[in-house]
């Protein structure tokens, strides 16, 4: 794929991150946030149809080429949101637009609502709010998080003997994507190993979550986000599945044809997450 975007590093305090920076320094900055495992290449087919933003796409802090948290630590979306923050810094961005997908669009969103005076306007791909924490008992999911931690140093990254089959897996986990899309976060994501490829993201990240947060605090988050804001659901896609209730929120919201993956699974559903960003982040 022609791709116009430029790899950037950032050095913050306390991590190194990655991503890929394009566009017109003058024109409106966007920070665009992948999801759960995948990296900044979850954007490869939007970027070439955003030429009027000054687009950074990151590698979040355990994933693609980003660094990884030092040892003893985890990964609570509230430390990815100060992540962004020092990157904004940087940049010498004072306000900015997030698009996010899926568990970058969580982060999105609780970043939106705990500082709206930084951020311009927000757009949630196929995400909003954690999940559900309630059905689990606390003190179990405690426990259980526990347990795998103190394990975690005896836990291996599954091994696939070439790229080939490690691109298959991707497409066949628990949120699917095609395998042109898997080949795109392959590109970030894979890396090789003694015995054949095994990708980069922490397998911390795999590790359950030890506390979640109560429903009713997820959606007092959501109802504090001031900025204008764009919601863009896969008629196939997660939250479709999981019967959100999205009616009462003051969101702009479009329905697409589309999986939870619409903006990166193929060139149609691109176009037409394209065509919805270009136009509400670039509205006068």
């Not at 950074?56 to 985890?74: E, F, I, Q």
């Not at 109802?223 to 919601?231: E, N």
């Not at 896609?237 to 697409?256: C, D, H, I, N, T």
Request: hydrophobic share 40%.
């Amino acid at each position: 794929m022609n791709d116009p975007a430029e790899p950037i590093r950032f050095s913050l305090s306390h991590i190194e991150l990655a991503g890929l920076r394009q566009g017109p320094r003058a024109a409106p900055p966007v920070i665009a946030l992948h999801g759960w495992l995948d990296n900044a290449n979850s954007f490869a087919r939007l970027r070439p149809r955003l030429p009027g933003l000054h687009l950074l796409c990151l590698d979040l802090a355990g994933h693609g080429l980003s660094g990884h948290r030092p040892p003893g630590s985890l990964y609570p979306h509230w430390e990815y949101t100060r992540d962004i923050l020092e990157v904004a810094g940087q940049l010498q961005w004072p306000r900015f637009s997030l698009v996010g997908h899926s568990m970058g669009a969580i982060i999105a969103a609780q970043l939106a609502a705990a500082m709206p005076e930084r951020i311009e306007r927000l757009v949630l791909i196929e995400g909003l709010v954690p999940p559900d924490g309630s059905p689990t008992d606390p003190a179990q999911r405690l426990g259980q998080a526990l347990r795998e931690q103190l394990a975690h140093p005896e836990r291996r990254k599954p091994l696939y003997p070439d790229r080939a089959q490690a691109v298959r897996a991707r497409c066949l986990s628990r949120l699917p994507v095609s395998e042109s899309a898997s080949s795109l976060l392959a590109e970030r994501g894979l890396m090789a190993v003694e015995g054949g490829f095994t990708w980069r993201s922490d397998n911390r990240l795999t590790l359950t979550t030890p506390v979640r947060m109560e429903p009713a605090q997820a959606w007092a988050m959501v109802q504090a986000i001031q900025c204008p804001t764009l919601l863009l659901l896969g008629k196939q896609g997660l939250l479709a599945q999981r019967q959100v209730p999205l009616e009462s929120l003051p969101f702009k919201r479009k329905w697409l044809p589309g999986r939870h993956h619409l903006h990166l699974d193929d060139d149609v559903g691109a176009e037409l997450v394209a065509g919805c960003i270009n136009s509400f982040i670039l509205a006068p």
